[in-house]
């Protein structure tokens, strides 16, 4: 199911700062059967959008569509939408089963399957999230992950259109959130449904989306694949929200990129002329010898960092910091001078 | 398919009844013998002693006290009675309490604080107000007096006076309970498909079910022992309009006591069992609603 949001505008109270938001003028286009990050910090209406595409809210102008169907009007309860909520929502007083078995047995008379096909269904779904013994457990005594996966089961009992999940791993420690990411990407490459998920941890996003989309104050910044957002970032928000980065002052001068007055060894910048921020990621410093360096600088700090481990480096003369990832064990002490070449940047204006 | 390790929780796995564990927050010894030193005197010795006192009448005396229509009919009046003012209190209390937490509206603090009046004013004035508001000339009773219906000095008006003074025991249980259902849990019953009345019905009732059930049980209780705004309303006329309370005191007047005591007694032992039961009751549906 292809959903369009289409110039989509609300005012509201922001629920986690509670300060005033908005969502400004967004339009997006969801493509049937992907799965799609909606990524940016704390504010930035990744929820709301949510919600208004779910019918858990209304925007003041704009419009939903999924498919050919006209959604603005049509009421949560119609619209079809398997909602994931960050802190669950199961029903406590319910066992596991009828949890599940919630959204069949509302159904009118008419279309309700009968009680032996829910069972069926159910039981489907309980072998799906892996938690076929455990139908008669109450929220109460399942873990934090266990919960998630029958909030999930019962999202998906009702056959939505898509799919809608609100930071559903944000609750989680971090081994569970791990396996259950990985979890929600084989679901998905199994039943290929039209999936939107809202996270703030653009590892998570990148991780398992095929795309996203990131916003800031109410506004798209970019959509595109993991790759594009990350090595193609469309804004300097966007390159400083992706992963890590260093930022340097430039100046450009007949295509020339001048740090400190200094010729830096970049070509092919189309950022235009005069001064502007120069963005780099760790992974692409490398330290080098002194001489012949395009910059030097000192080391600050060296800290461990997953398999190799990262290098500070304050920039002589401008004072600037710089950050380097080097294979673990390599010869650099804190306090030792070091020349910096800088890879793959980015320069904004 | 990844395997997803995990430990269950070990939430709502009981142990079975211990007298007592060994505890790093200490307590225990202080706390279990005020409890009984408190429960004693305030409870257990004086009804020890009115139950001591009634069965000076022998059985036969019992025997006679209720096979007195008379008494019979006040006991039905007052647990009648009692018991429906408790269900109707049970209806518009959450009602009540359900507006009181879910909607901003102006004087909501005045109508939060008017819950409480029925505790704190004095019964008998409460009995006074509402025999001249529902009097046939009072300012309510004319309303009813135009459709037929006698309010004042008839079983209608004790129950208004019972409805009053149990109100606020279902809206302070009931309340706290409303104001911590999760929002998202009706979100969640909405994104599935339910209609509102459904997602009442399915979703939010269920878990407010025991905390109802007490406030129900409170309320009773208070309507059954009520007396100071009963004797006002009600008219006390033997076998239409007499409840309980007023025929002990009657029986005290008369210099009574073992008759007296022995009343006491009957109405302590229904009110005790009744409670019982709605205990037992409430336990199931904690049980049952998850709550173990």
Same mark, same amino acid.
């Given at each position: 199911?292809?959903?369009?949001?289409?110039?989509?505008?609300?005012?509201?109270?922001?629920?986690?700062?509670?300060?005033?938001?908005?969502?400004?003028?967004?339009?997006?286009?969801?493509?049937?059967?992907?799965?799609?990050?909606?990524?940016?910090?704390?504010?930035?209406?990744?929820?709301?959008?949510?919600?208004?595409?779910?019918?858990?809210?209304?925007?003041?102008?704009?419009?939903?569509?999924?498919?050919?169907?006209?959604?603005?009007?049509?009421?949560?309860?119609?619209?079809?939408?398997?909602?994931?909520?960050?802190?669950?929502?199961?029903?406590?007083?319910?066992?596991?089963?009828?949890?599940?078995?919630?959204?069949?047995?509302?159904?009118?008379?008419?279309?309700?399957?009968?009680?032996?096909?829910?069972?069926?269904?159910?039981?489907?779904?309980?072998?799906?999230?892996?938690?076929?013994?455990?139908?008669?457990?109450?929220?109460?005594?399942?873990?934090?992950?266990?919960?998630? !996966? @029958?909030?999930?089961? %019962?999202?998906?009992?009702?056959?939505? =259109?898509?799919?809608?999940?609100?930071?559903?791993? /944000?609750? #989680?420690?971090?081994?569970?959130?791990?396996?259950?990411?990985?979890?929600?990407?084989?679901?998905?490459?199994?039943?290929?449904?039209?999936?939107?998920?809202?996270?703030?941890?653009?590892?998570?996003?990148?991780?398992?989306?095929?795309?996203?989309?990131?916003?800031?104050?109410?506004?798209?910044?970019?959509?595109?694949?993991?790759?594009?957002?990350?090595?193609?970032?469309?804004?300097?928000?966007?390159?400083?929200?992706?992963?890590?980065?260093?930022?340097?002052?430039?100046?450009?001068?007949?295509?020339?990129?001048?740090?400190?007055?200094?010729?830096?060894?970049?070509?092919?910048?189309?950022?235009?002329?005069?001064?502007?921020?120069?963005?780099?990621?760790?992974?692409?410093?490398?330290?080098?010898?002194?001489?012949?360096?395009?910059?030097?600088? !000192? @080391?600050?700090?060296? %800290?461990?960092?997953?398999?190799?481990? =990262?290098?500070?480096?304050?920039?002589?003369?401008? /004072?600037? #910091?710089?950050?380097?990832?080097?294979?673990?064990?390599?010869?650099?002490?804190?306090?030792?001078?070091?020349?910096?070449?800088?890879?793959?940047?980015?320069?904004?204006? | 398919?990844?395997?997803?390790?995990?430990?269950?929780?070990?939430?709502?796995?009981?142990?079975?009844?211990?007298?007592?564990?060994?505890?790093?927050?200490?307590?225990?010894?202080?706390?279990?013998?005020?409890?009984?030193?408190?429960?004693?005197?305030?409870?257990?010795?004086?009804?020890?002693?009115?139950?001591?006192?009634?069965?000076?009448?022998?059985?036969?005396?019992?025997?006679?006290?209720?096979?007195?229509?008379?008494?019979?009919?006040?006991?039905?009046?007052?647990?009648?009675?009692?018991?429906?003012?408790?269900?109707?209190?049970?209806?518009?209390?959450?009602?009540?309490?359900?507006?009181?937490?879910?909607?901003?509206?102006?004087?909501?603090?005045?109508?939060?604080?008017?819950?409480?009046?029925?505790?704190?004013?004095?019964?008998?004035?409460?009995?006074?107000?509402?025999?001249?508001?529902?009097?046939?000339?009072?300012?309510?009773?004319?309303?009813?007096?135009?459709?037929?219906?006698?309010?004042?000095?008839?079983?209608?008006?004790?129950?208004?006076?019972?409805?009053?003074?149990?109100?606020?025991?279902?809206?302070?249980?009931?309340?706290?309970?409303?104001?911590?259902?999760?929002?998202?849990?009706?979100?969640?019953?909405?994104?599935?498909?339910?209609?509102?009345?459904?997602?009442?019905?399915?979703?939010?009732?269920?878990?407010?079910?025991?905390?109802?059930?007490?406030?129900?049980?409170?309320?009773?209780?208070?309507?059954?022992?009520?007396?100071?705004?009963?004797?006002?309303?009600?008219?006390?006329?033997?076998?239409?309009?007499?409840?309980?309370?007023?025929?002990?005191?009657?029986?005290?007047?008369?210099?009574?006591?073992?008759?007296?005591?022995?009343?006491?007694?009957?109405?302590?032992?229904?009110?005790?069992?009744?409670?019982?039961?709605?205990?037992?009751?409430?336990?199931?549906?904690?049980?049952?609603?998850?709550?173990?």
């Amino acid at each position: 199911m292809d959903i369009f949001v289409e110039h989509i505008t609300k005012n509201y109270v922001a629920r986690e700062t509670g300060s005033p938001a908005a969502l400004d003028d967004v339009s997006l286009h969801i493509r049937s059967g992907e799965l799609l990050a909606l990524l940016g910090p704390s504010g930035s209406g990744k929820t709301t959008l949510l919600r208004v595409i779910a019918g858990l809210e209304f925007a003041n102008r704009g419009r939903i569509r999924f498919g050919d169907l006209d959604a603005t009007g049509i009421p949560v309860q119609k619209r079809g939408v398997g909602f994931v909520f960050q802190h669950y929502a199961l029903f406590r007083h319910m066992n596991v089963f009828d949890n599940i078995a919630y959204g069949l047995r509302v159904r009118e008379r008419a279309t309700r399957p009968p009680e032996a096909e829910i069972r069926r269904r159910v039981e489907e779904l309980l072998s799906l999230v892996q938690l076929a013994t455990f139908e008669d457990r109450y929220p109460a005594q399942l873990s934090g992950g266990q919960r998630q !996966r @029958v909030a999930l089961a %019962r999202a998906l009992a009702i056959e939505p =259109r898509m799919l809608l999940l609100d930071e559903p791993f /944000g609750a #989680l420690d971090a081994r569970v959130r791990k396996d259950l990411r990985r979890w929600l990407r084989e679901i998905h490459d199994r039943t290929g449904q039209t999936t939107i998920f809202v996270t703030h941890d653009q590892e998570e996003a990148l991780g398992i989306a095929d795309r996203v989309a990131i916003l800031k104050d109410g506004r798209i910044e970019q959509v595109g694949t993991p790759d594009e957002v990350h090595d193609d970032p469309a804004s300097p928000f966007v390159m400083t929200f992706i992963g890590d980065t260093a930022a340097l002052n430039v100046n450009i001068r007949n295509g020339a990129v001048l740090h400190a007055g200094k010729r830096l060894p970049i070509v092919g910048s189309s950022a235009g002329e005069g001064p502007g921020t120069l963005y780099v990621r760790p992974g692409h410093v490398q330290l080098a010898q002194t001489a012949g360096a395009s910059l030097t600088g !000192r @080391v600050v700090s060296l %800290r461990r960092f997953s398999s190799g481990q =990262r290098a500070e480096v304050r920039l002589h003369g401008t /004072g600037e #910091l710089v950050e380097a990832e080097l294979p673990a064990g390599s010869h650099v002490n804190s306090g030792q001078d070091v020349g910096v070449n800088l890879g793959q940047v980015r320069i904004f204006r | 398919m990844s395997a997803i390790a995990e430990a269950p929780g070990q939430a709502g796995i009981g142990t079975g009844w211990r007298f007592r564990e060994k505890s790093a927050i200490p307590g225990f010894v202080p706390a279990f013998a005020w409890t009984l030193i408190w429960l004693s005197f305030i409870v257990l010795i004086p009804l020890g002693a009115l139950i001591l006192r009634a069965s000076g009448i022998g059985v036969s005396g019992f025997v006679d006290i209720l096979s007195d229509p008379r008494v019979l009919s006040a006991l039905r009046i007052t647990f009648g009675l009692s018991f429906l003012a408790a269900l109707v209190n049970a209806v518009f209390g959450l009602i009540i309490a359900w507006t009181l937490v879910r909607y901003r509206f102006p004087g909501a603090r005045l109508a939060d604080a008017a819950v409480d009046l029925p505790f704190a004013l004095p019964t008998a004035v409460a009995g006074i107000s509402l025999a001249s508001l529902y009097a046939p000339n009072g300012w309510l009773g004319v309303w009813f007096a135009e459709a037929g219906i006698k309010v004042a000095y008839t079983p209608f008006g004790i129950f208004i006076a019972l409805v009053f003074i149990g109100l606020p025991f279902v809206v302070r249980t009931v309340q706290p309970l409303i104001a911590e259902i999760d929002r998202e849990i009706e979100e969640a019953s909405a994104t599935l498909g339910a209609s509102r009345a459904r997602t009442l019905r399915s979703v939010i009732l269920p878990p407010l079910a025991p905390a109802l059930l007490t406030g129900f049980a409170l309320a009773f209780a208070r309507a059954v022992g009520e007396y100071g705004s009963v004797i006002f309303i009600a008219g006390n006329l033997p076998y239409v309009s007499e409840i309980v309370p007023i025929l002990i005191v009657i029986k005290l007047e008369e210099f009574n006591y073992a008759g007296a005591t022995a009343i006491a007694t009957v109405m302590l032992a229904i009110s005790f069992v009744m409670l019982l039961a709605i205990n037992l009751i409430q336990a199931w549906s904690r049980r049952r609603f998850g709550y173990a």
